[in-house]
């Protein structure tokens, strides 16, 4: 049996009532790892970067096997620019290659680069026309329900590439699973953590590190989802496609 634990910190008040933003974690565990990484994601929620909080809310459910998935994890593409204009460039081009129009591209990347707070989860953009096509404002759709199916095995392999890190571990299972969901072709992402400027670009194969993609001290991040519309009809919908990114447990192999 598993057991999903989710964690979520805010300074000001929850975050329904307008707190402030300050860390986030899911975990997908067996029964007896559960009191170990309570602690591990306690202890990340009081000594984030971003502050400390005075609202933590950690949730603890259920899962039953039938309702778990596996998909494959995203390979791993390291690059190398110098600045965060090279970069953002270099995503654009990434984004491109990967059925992103000019236009799509060049709107995300501005849209980003304008958010006045964090995006709590992902904007959806129509991969042609750069139209947003979800309604959920700065909340934007929130991808749960995704953990590796070996989070031992996992680390060490990151470990032995010499990529190992939290942020790393945690995009690289939320971008496969995103990559995973039909109708979506791409994803463009920064951290909204002050001190951590890499990003990715997130294609149907590969995670496309780069590694300025904000200037450091920058507080504000997001990501945002491109989507073929023309993929979206009657028995496959918006709703059908957000659910999956919401709602469905994946566990990475």
């Not at 620019?81 to 081009?93: N, R, T």
């Not at 096509?133 to 060490?156: F, L």
Request: glycine residues 8%; proline residues 2%.
């Amino acid at each position: 049996m598993m057991y999903s634990i989710k964690m979520r910190c805010s300074k000001g008040g929850p975050h329904e009532e307008g707190g402030k933003h300050i860390s986030g974690a899911e975990r997908i565990l067996r029964e007896d790892e559960i009191e170990e990484e309570l602690i591990n994601v306690y202890r990340r929620a009081i000594t984030h970067e971003r502050g400390k909080p005075d609202f933590i809310n950690l949730k603890i459910e259920k899962i039953d096997d039938d309702a778990i998935i596996y998909k494959k994890r995203l390979s791993i593409n390291q690059h190398h620019v110098d600045s965060k204009e090279k970069g953002l460039d270099l995503a654009k081009e990434l984004l491109m290659e990967n059925a992103v129009s000019e236009e799509s591209a060049e709107i995300a990347i501005q849209t980003l680069q304008d958010l006045k707070e964090s995006m709590h989860g992902a904007m959806l953009i129509d991969k042609d026309t750069g139209e947003r096509i979800d309604n959920k404002g700065i909340k934007g759709v929130r991808v749960t329900g995704i953990a590796s199916a070996d989070i031992e095995n996992y680390k060490e392999s990151l470990k032995n590439d010499g990529r190992e890190g939290l942020h790393l571990e945690e995009a690289l299972i939320l971008a496969s699973k995103t990559a995973s969901c039909k109708g979506i072709v791409a994803e463009l992402c920064w951290s909204d953590d002050p001190s951590y400027v890499i990003g990715y670009v997130g294609t149907k194969d590969n995670y496309e590190r780069i590694p300025i993609l904000k200037e450091e001290g920058n507080p504000i991040g997001g990501r945002v989802f491109f989507v073929d519309t023309k993929q979206l009809k009657d028995d496959y919908t918006l709703d059908d496609l957000i659910d999956y990114l919401e709602k469905q447990v994946v566990l990475i192999e």
